[in-house]
């Protein structure tokens, strides 16, 4: 089973850390969707909603307003500002 470590930040603490098999969010060019391996990456996240399929299956979702996503060889980072 494919996966990759994904961190889900806001200003405050840390939302969510761990493996996931995909995630999927509103960047300010449109719709991405991060498997593993994806290819490093980094671009302003739009408001929308994050949702994030997990090993088992289990499907979560967390509200952005904006943010950025970073993705590198060893995870993948969602940083969520707060809303305005």
């Known amino acids: ?3 990759f470590e994904l961190k889900v ?3 405050e603490k840390e ?3 761990g493996q996931v098999k995909s ?28 949702e994030l ?3 088992d299956g289990t499907i979560k979702h967390f509200d952005s307003p904006s943010g950025f996503v970073k993705v590198d ?3 993948v980072h969602v940083f969520i500002n707060p809303k305005q």
Do not use: T
């Not at 060019?29 to 290819?39: C, L, N, Q």
């Open 9 to 11: 930040w806001s200003l």
């Open 23 to 50: 995630l999927k969010c509103k960047a300010i060019d449109g719709w991405v969707e991060i498997e593993p391996k994806h290819v490093p990456y980094i671009n302003e996240l739009q408001e929308g909603k994050i």
């Open 15 to 17: 939302l969510f850390g």
């Open 1 to 3: 089973m494919s996966q």
């Open 53 to 55: 399929i997990l090993p």
């Open 73 to 75: 060889r060893e995870a």
